[in-house]
């Protein structure tokens, strides 16, 4: 499989090739179909949501800041 010559990343790439093998065949797909699935379909959805959620947090932040120093 890996052959980056560097054994913990060849090691690392290993394990996760052969745990998405054993995910599609527990789910009944094959790897690329789960490559495409986590990648193309996962992957941009959850960085979409966790860029929201930063930028929630941003505005509820800047609002409490205006809240302080209106106290203050």
Same mark, same amino acid.
């Given at each position: 499989?890996?052959?980056?010559? !560097?054994?913990?990343?060849?090691?690392?790439?290993? %394990?996760? @090739?052969?745990? +998405?093998?054993?995910?599609?065949?527990?789910?009944?797909?094959?790897?690329?179909? !789960?490559?495409?699935?986590?990648?193309?379909?996962? %992957?941009? @959805?959850?960085? +979409?949501?966790?860029?929201?959620?930063?930028?929630?947090?941003?505005?509820?932040?800047?609002?409490?800041?205006?809240?302080?120093?209106?106290?203050?």
């Amino acid at each position: 499989m890996a052959n980056s010559g !560097i054994p913990w990343i060849d090691t690392i790439f290993n %394990w996760a @090739v052969i745990a +998405l093998y054993e995910v599609a065949r527990w789910l009944g797909i094959t790897y690329e179909e !789960i490559n495409v699935w986590l990648f193309c379909v996962a %992957w941009p @959805v959850f960085t +979409l949501a966790l860029m929201y959620w930063c930028y929630s947090l941003w505005r509820q932040n800047r609002q409490l800041r205006r809240q302080c120093h209106a106290i203050s």
